[in-house]
């Protein structure tokens, strides 16, 4: 089995951005350190079915308490 060199290229300028964001704007939310669960979505974006198996468990994660102000 070969792998397309455009189909490899196209996972990694397309995919994993998007998953890094996506990870960054819920873990916004959910944790307390965004910045590390968006890189490890971001790498988790190389292999796709590994990455919506974390937005999805990211996604079903508690929200944070907010704070009183």
């Known amino acids: 089995m070969s792998i397309n060199a455009t189909l490899l290229g196209t996972i990694v300028l397309v995919l994993v951005p998007v998953f890094a964001l996506v990870s960054y704007f819920l873990s916004k939310r959910k944790t307390t350190t965004p910045v590390i669960v968006?890189?490890?979505?971001?790498?988790?974006g190389l292999v796709p079915v590994l990455g919506l198996i974390f937005?999805?468990?990211?996604?079903?994660?508690s929200?944070?308490?907010k704070e009183a102000v």
């Open 38 to 44: 968006a890189v490890i979505g971001g790498f988790l």
């Open 55 to 61: 937005i999805a468990v990211l996604a079903l994660k």
């Open 63 to 65: 929200d944070l308490a």
